[in-house]
């Protein structure tokens, strides 16, 4: 098996388990700390999102250059003493970055959070605590991206499970001890944050070309940023524009919503941002290999890995975010239990389960921009989307709440795949987009959404999924639409006919 598949399976794996185990927990989180409670966590995965605009474009730019001195591009010294001035401009920015957002722990929890029943003591030292583990978990991208441009994302894999579940799995042993509050919960995380700088930080010294691979010495200069500033500035202003773009529904509406509506507004986005889960695997496999077979020359090859692997995503991603669209209001059911809840966060899971589907099909062109070292159009595109989508989404959840956002966010997110990454396709690979669009996306993502829809017309005129059926109701429908997004696949239907051939010789 190569390297390349062996990597997604794995990425799929920890994604899949990352997924269930911080997804199937939600509603215990609720059920035991309470909706403003989880309200307040919901605001901690919002902060994290926002700390990547201090990212400067530094992560990805490890990771490719890594990819780049595996693949021969860069010389074992020339990566080192990029390593070393990118470390420092790291930790300078985490403390500042931490800083200023523990300075700010008062004012957020006393003017822009709106709290009904938590004492404000124990919100301010909450959002301390945020702060401090915020800085350390965004360190780990530095450390993240040496470890997944040398490919080894087997190990990576299995340290984030481990992760994950210390992350939302052990907090309830630190619960069950000293209390369901979010003083606990909010401590806790902040050990396994340590724990998981720590040993990233160990892992990536193992990988780094070792000093006795060079005779001169490593210095402490920025210079050998300049070589790769245009790259990374770029990353950075589109990191940044796409956090706008991605967040500011949620910070907006952390400001108006009180601290429980918010609290089941993100328990919708949370669950939909699954589907960005489940294609983030492919993603991060592709990234560094399609940069290496650039570096390498090898077109044909690139575009070959551009292509199956979009198809991939539109299985496993299309059939995931079609399976929500049609099963939203019995999958809350069965999950929750709570009828309240269901009819709250059910119409705002499906329209940004369909945004995302429609994010991470578009996120592509992002891919093929990466590996060619060309961000221009990546650049541009983000510029225009958050010029419109912000005050868009800004109007809508003002007047109209969380659906209002949700509405903005799926329709946005439409118009980007079929306008502009035709055109991004159009500037970069002539005569790719129908090919990509249409084989490689569009008929498995049609005709599986079709079935789904009959579907949905059908349990909502038998009303199937009542009774207690829920969980058999989700299980048969995705089961389905998995079946028929197989079925239209090129690759799928290729890796079946060799397996046969194989397996009658």
Not at 20 to 45: C, D, H, N, Q, R
Not at 229 to 244: E, M
Not at 365 to 378: E, M, P, T, V
Request: hydrophobic share 55%; net charge positive.
């Amino acid at each position: 098996m190569s390297i390349l598949k062996k990597n997604i399976i794995a990425n799929y794996a920890s994604q899949i388990y990352v997924a269930i185990v911080g997804i199937a927990l939600l509603p215990i989180y609720i059920k035991y700390m309470g909706s403003e409670a989880y309200g307040l966590v919901g605001f901690f995965a919002m902060l994290q999102a926002w700390f990547g605009v201090l990212d400067l474009g530094l992560t990805p730019t490890v990771g490719r250059e890594m990819a780049r001195y595996k693949g021969g591009a860069c010389s074992a010294l020339a990566f080192r003493q990029l390593y070393r001035a990118l470390t420092v401009i790291f930790v300078i920015v985490a403390v500042i970055g931490g800083a200023v957002l523990f300075l700010s722990s008062e004012w957020i929890a006393t003017q822009w959070l709106n709290i009904e029943n938590l004492p404000v003591s124990d919100v301010i030292i909450a959002v301390q605590i945020m702060a401090v583990s915020v800085a350390l978990r965004w360190m780990t991208g530095l450390y993240r991206g040496v470890v997944t441009g040398s490919e080894e994302l087997v190990w990576l894999s299995g340290f984030n499970a481990i992760i994950a579940t210390l992350r939302f799995i052990g907090v309830f042993v630190s619960m069950w001890y000293f209390g369901f509050t979010p003083l606990v919960f909010f401590i806790h995380q902040f050990f396994i944050a340590l724990i998981e700088i720590v040993s990233l930080a160990i892992k990536s010294q193992q990988l780094l070309p070792q000093k006795s691979s060079f005779n001169d010495a490593i210095g402490w200069s920025f210079s050998p940023i300049k070589s790769v500033l245009k790259f990374s500035l770029t990353i950075a202003f589109t990191a940044s524009v796409w956090v706008f773009v991605t967040q500011t529904d949620k910070l907006v509406l952390s400001g108006i919503l009180s601290l429980e509506d918010y609290g089941y507004f993100t328990l919708a986005v949370l669950v939909a941002n699954g589907i960005m889960m489940i294609g983030g695997p492919i993603s991060n496999a592709i990234m560094p290999r399609m940069a290496r077979l650039h570096a390498e020359q090898k077109h044909e090859e690139m575009i070959n890995v551009y292509r199956k692997s979009t198809q991939l995503v539109a299985i496993i991603a299309g059939s995931a975010a079609i399976t929500l669209v049609a099963t939203a209001e019995p999958l809350l059911m069965a999950w929750t239990g709570d009828l309240y809840l269901t009819e709250k966060v059910a119409p705002i899971l499906r329209l940004y389960a369909a945004g995302n589907l429609f994010l991470c099909i578009a996120a592509f062109s992002y891919y093929l921009q990466y590996a060619k070292g060309n961000l221009k159009y990546h650049l541009i595109g983000n510029i225009g989307l958050a010029l419109i989508l912000i005050p868009c989404v800004i109007f809508a959840a003002s007047h109209f709440g969380g659906l209002g956002a949700a509405y903005v966010w799926l329709i946005m997110n439409m118009l980007f795949l079929f306008i502009w990454v035709a055109y991004v396709h159009h500037k970069l690979e002539p005569k790719l987009h129908n090919r990509w669009l249409w084989n490689d996306a569009m008929i498995i993502l049609l005709p599986t959404s079709f079935v789904a829809y009959l579907l949905f017309l059908i349990d909502s005129n038998t009303n199937i999924s009542a009774g207690g059926n829920e969980v058999f109701t989700v299980i048969i429908v995705g089961f389905i639409v998995m079946g028929v997004a197989l079925l239209f696949s090129g690759q799928a239907k290729l890796l079946f006919i060799n397996k046969l051939k194989g397996f009658r010789e």
